[in-house]
């Protein structure tokens, strides 16, 4: 593999904007440094752009096996790419469910068309899998669906959750309002690492200010922090998904817990469903997010709502650090060379038949955003240039201890 040299980098030190260059060799960064002499065989000149560790999303659904006409890990992972996003971590709602070690060895095969790095999370079922999770070795976490949503993992019995829980690496959870607590509680009993998925309401976030520890983390997705029930009308089944969309009131005390640090992470829930689902009277819960998840926190930042290093620390160091992902969410020497180079002025439209999502639609087409991934870097290699995709294979993660 040749080397790749990113120049005139704009990077944010210590919260202080600093211009490096960043070597990478073999698929990792090798130096940083203020000056680098070297003839690297290929060189990107980001004059005038900020790099950031590529995004790390601990939260998409990609289909395989068993549902990939919404999507499949190619089309899954080329809209992880044209999104900035290196890292996915995969929910198990699949068909049939990842509630073995086998399926878990069958997806593995599945996912390596990705062009992003990516990971598992293991399911528990309500049939008490608690014997395969004892043996299931490289994934990110065991995910408990404690309410209803799409697809039948509804595990209820607090006794089994508990016995989940204590042999579980650790523990994400889809859990709303009462089970929510119940989590917070049986993650204290267990004393077992908790990654909560979408928190939404304020009284949620006052609860866990009080009740959270260093062992628990909370998502917010990007549809909760800029929609509300207010465009439910508008969005019909575009708009549908688990947790449904709150109030303004909890989408204000959503964005207060994300820039106090009460939020740790932004996950996309990527949930696609397709057109036809969505527009039939029953439409399934779920919507697509990962083209639009960075964009959507830069134009953000561009509105002075948030800091760069704060969205830095949401989508990539955190990530990273909550699931003990293995040489991922930094751009230091000796670490994978996942990057996004930004555009921060470039002002572009959603618009649904630009998407690279399979079902093809966006709850935010027609929105016009402020800043966009202009490059996207993984293992080395450019996968998205300029609304280019190129089809290079990724890996699968490696965890480090938690
Ligand atoms: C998800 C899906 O479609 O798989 N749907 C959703 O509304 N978020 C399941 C989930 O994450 O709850
Ligand atoms: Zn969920
Ligand atoms: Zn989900
Ligand atoms: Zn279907």
Not at 190 to 218: D, Q
Not at 220 to 226: D, V, Y
Not at 262 to 281: M, Q, Y
Request: positive net charge; contains cysteine.
């Amino acid at each position: 593999m040749t080397r790749l040299l990113v120049r005139n980098a704009r990077m944010v030190v210590k919260g202080r904007p600093v211009i490096r260059q960043i070597l990478i060799d073999q698929g990792r960064i090798s130096r940083v440094a203020v000056r680098i002499k070297v003839d690297a065989e290929r060189n990107l000149n980001a004059e005038g752009n900020f790099v950031i560790p590529g995004v790390i999303d601990p939260h998409v659904h990609f289909r395989e096996p068993g549902l990939n006409h919404k999507e499949d890990w190619m089309t899954g992972s080329r809209a992880a790419a044209a999104g900035g996003v290196t890292t996915v971590l995969d929910m198990p709602n699949v068909k049939p469910p990842t509630f073995t070690v086998k399926r878990l060895q069958k997806k593995r095969a599945l996912a390596s068309t990705s062009i992003v790095n990516y990971g598992f999370h293991f399911g528990a079922s309500a049939q008490d899998n608690t014997s395969e999770i004892r043996k299931a070795r490289g994934v990110a976490s065991t995910k408990v669906y404690m309410n209803s949503t799409t697809g039948n993992l509804l595990v209820e019995d607090i006794e089994l959750i508990r016995k989940i829980f204590s042999c579980s690496r650790m523990v994400t959870a889809h859990a709303e309002e009462q089970q929510l607590e119940d989590a917070v509680r049986i993650s204290k009993e267990t004393n077992k690492r908790l990654y909560l998925c979408h928190v939404t309401l304020a009284k949620e976030l006052a609860f866990l200010k009080r009740a959270k520890n260093r062992h628990m983390f909370c998502e917010a997705t990007p549809h909760h922090l800029f929609l509300s029930s207010k465009d439910e009308k508008k969005l019909r089944g575009f708009g549908m998904m688990k947790p449904v969309l709150k109030s303004e009131k909890d989408r204000r005390a959503l964005w207060a817990a994300v820039n106090r640090g009460l939020i740790d992470a932004v996950g996309s829930d990527h949930a696609p469903h397709l057109l036809d689902e969505k527009k039939s009277a029953a439409p399934p819960s779920g919507v697509t997010g990962l083209e639009t998840m960075l964009p959507l926190l830069l134009d953000a930042f561009n509105k002075r709502n948030i800091s760069l290093s704060r969205i830095v620390e949401l989508t990539s160091r955190n990530p990273a650090r909550i699931f003990g992902l293995r040489n991922k969410g930094s751009i230091s020497p000796g670490y994978d060379a996942d990057l996004c180079i930004l555009d921060l002025n470039m002002k572009k439209k959603v618009r649904n038949d630009e998407l690279h999502t399979k079902c093809g639609w966006s709850p935010f087409d027609g929105w016009i955003l402020k800043g966009w991934p202009m490059a996207t870097i993984v293992n080395g290699n450019i996968v998205f240039e300029k609304g280019d995709i190129f089809d290079i294979k990724a890996k699968e993660v490696e965890y480090d201890e938690v």
